[in-house]
């Protein structure tokens, strides 16, 4: 055996409890969706020194890589299924360093009841790049677009927002965090897999919060010809996030902009919202209705308690 | 739209033809294999400065991400449905490339009948990092494992073998190549699409050569916990790696070690090899049977017209 089917086989085989999978002793994997459902495919990547810092612990990169995407299949109102990991590792990588890695993705692969499938590994001059594509199933043609918002609808978000951009500055020793919770936000999202069923039942549009709220709302309303109204007092954040923003209101910018919350963000029809929040509360996510989809074309406004809308310097995340 | 969202609808949209790529104006695909059939998976990726050189054509460069991938496909017995692209771009990459790259991309994906379903763009301290994740589909059950081979099965391989490998040294200038043809067939694999109906017919075993004939050939052995005698003699040359290996015979160790000749190696039970071979024909892709399946947990062995066993110093590539 090579070294590279070695650490494959040590490391990694572990994790491929799928019938399909082979063991990863094959060239490809294979599977089929349920009769009548469709197979949601999803994929996004971590890269050492843009996503997370080069000394984040090994284990929680692998969670996070897992689980940004298993947020998008769970925003779409699918089932996770498994995934396929792609990852390029530096020269002079330490063995512990992916012992740690496969440690950590083999728990959140067994605790999401979605196994490794395949993968390459391979050796690359620059940091570290992981890029995980994430398979889930639903029954055809369900699959909750970005598309669908209606003028009169509710806005929803799950959870709490500006955790993880909070964490994020605090990552950087540019703010304090007490509790550790904003910190622990940034590092290890909680992908809502609970509430794609109710998503499912009754959103008309939703989408993942991954660029922070204003920009991906803005996504959501250009996809669905509509503006939005959104009431910043409404939207739900932590007690940590609540203490940080009472010290300096300033931080409502990277609280609603900064992104990295993987809370699903969806519209709800009126004759909805209801039957929605009942099975939210089934599901134990908290849902907060935070304001309205509007006619219009511009970006949606984030009205303050007077109705002043905010403007921000830097509305969404982008890589170039 | 940020600017990330605009590289995407500008290079990348008009390669997502297939109706759940959504146009990528989604977070997610939506697909379903047809009904009684598998999908088959499959990741592999490209980095420059490992697998390409950084100045190489970018067209070139895209069109091989995607095709050492469908290479797999057809080796496994599928055909080709769409894939995920990945591509994290160094700071200060030049849209051209991007251009050119996407329009490489779209030449394949419409070549091959494999469209994009959508994908991750980022931006990378580090070198251009390709990653594509193909599926393909066939009959429920029927995907053509490495483990199958049994005692006395033929050994086939299509194309000829080698000249990747010799392209290689000549694209590092320590061999001539009068004719082009070695370095376009290391620039440009073709992948043995017509053949996949034909392996999944008949072949016992089967993968792609992407190791190298020698170590892929191993991995095909351990697999179905066997051996194999090839006859050197039978491996199929090109007419250019015939003259290089004429002119050095030192040139034999890359061309059965060097990979990247994504040509297809099988095992065919003796009352198929008459079929396979007529199936092959039809589909106009030659074959050559190389040699037979033994008992025995050794690596294969490669025997000169005199029976001698080759040894090899680097039997086949490995990342670490």
Redesign the interface.
């Known amino acids: ?5 070695e ?1 494959i086989a040590r490391y990694f085989k572990p994790l491929a409890k799928h019938p ?1 999978a ?1 063991g990863l ?9 349920p ?1 009548g ?9 971590l ?1 050492a ?3 997370f810092f080069p000394d984040d612990p090994a284990e929680g990169v692998a969670r996070k890589a897992l689980r940004v995407n298993l947020s ?2 769970a ?2 109102g ?1 089932r996770p299924l498994g995934f ?1 990991l ?1 990852i ?1 590792l530096p020269k002079g990588f330490r063995e512990d360093w992916l012992a740690d890695f496969a440690h950590g993705l083999g728990r959140d692969a067994e605790g999401y009841q979605c196994p490794l ?11 570290t ?1 992981i ?1 995980v ?1 994430a ?1 889930g199933t ?1 029954p ?2 369900t ?1 909750v ?3 669908g918002a209606k003028i009169g609808d509710h806005v929803f978000v799950s959870g709490t927002i500006g955790d993880a951009a909070l964490g994020l500055r605090i990552r950087k020793g540019e703010l304090d965090d007490p509790s550790g919770h904003l910190v622990s936000r940034y590092r290890l999202p909680q992908p809502r897999m609970a509430l794609a069923e109710a998503v499912r039942a009754h959103a008309s549009a939703a ?2 919060i991954s ?1 922070g709220l204003a ?1 991906d709302l803005a ?1 959501l309303c ?2 669905s010809d509509t503006s939005a109204d959104i009431e910043v007092a409404r939207v739900p954040l932590s007690d940590a996030a609540a203490d940080a923003l009472s010290g300096d209101c300033d931080l409502i910018e990277p609280i609603l902009t900064g992104g990295e919350d993987y809370e699903i963000l969806c519209t709800v029809a009126s004759d909805r919202v209801a039957a929605f929040e009942a099975d939210s509360a089934r599901a134990s996510v908290s849902v907060s209705d935070i304001g309205r989809i509007v006619a219009g074309n511009t970006p949606p406004r984030f009205l303050s308690t007077e109705g002043k809308a905010l403007s921000f310097l830097h509305p ?5």
């Open positions: 055996m090579s070294a590279e089917d650490l399909g082979f002793a094959d060239d490809a994997a294979a599977i089929a969706p009769q459902h469709d197979l949601v495919l999803k994929t996004d990547g890269i020194g843009v996503h998008d299949l925003a779409k699918a396929l792609s390029a499938l395949g993968g390459d590994t391979d050796s690359t001059p620059g940091p790049t890029y594509s398979f639903l055809a043609g699959m677009k970005r598309s989408m993942d660029d920009g996504k250009r996809a969404s995340y982008s890589h170039f």
